[in-house]
């Protein structure tokens, strides 16, 4: 995992973390269309019950909301956390305790929601909340739209892969997804 967080942070330097490549500096805090920059933005974190039954149990999903997006749909169901709320910057420390908090709380999973632009971010992260107790599967609830090389990197970390597809046709794509 340490070489996957390496080679991941070392992208934020022209950031091709997302397909967008937008090639901005996000180790200096530069941000293009997902708004983050060196550290992850989450806009809320609890025991989340709105999800599939597999996944909430009885106490919860683990979810943590991460601010902003890089697919910016028209449609899009999480509006206010995805392109309004700038939510607040979370150090890796930080991002850890929010795991372990949730573990504590009895959640069954961490669920990150719309991880695709703070993978970085993320296995910076896990080590720390590993290495703290964190024993809970993780979910990667995507919008879909991951470099592959994001996808690389937390392969054999996530264990639930979760895709929200969004559009199959190209003119729809262009038309809905700005």
């Known amino acids: 995992m340490e070489r996957r967080t390496g080679e991941a942070l070392a992208t934020l330097a022209s950031c091709q973390v997302c397909p967008r490549n937008c090639r901005v500096d996000r180790l200096h805090d530069r941000t293009a269309v997902c708004k983050s920059g060196r550290y992850a933005l989450v806009s809320s974190y609890f025991p989340h019950f709105g999800e599939e039954d597999c996944l909430r149990g009885w ?17 899009c169901q999480n509006f206010d956390v995805s392109q309004k709320d700038g939510g607040v910057v979370v150090t890796p420390e930080r991002l850890a305790g ?8 009895g959640c069954h999973n961490v669920n990150f929601v719309t991880p695709e632009h703070v993978v970085p971010q993320i296995l910076e992260a896990l080590p720390l909340a590993i290495r703290g107790g964190l024993r809970l599967p993780i979910v990667y609830n995507t919008s879909a739209y991951d470099s592959l090389e994001s996808l690389r990197w937390m392969d054999g970390i996530a264990d639930i892969y979760m895709p929200d597809f969004k559009v199959w046709d190209g003119a729809a794509a262009k038309r809905y997804l700005k």
């Open 59 to 75: 106490q919860g999903s683990g979810t943590i909301f991460f601010s902003w997006c890089n697919l910016r749909c028209v449609f």
């Open 98 to 105: 929010m795991m372990l908090e949730l573990q504590a709380r």
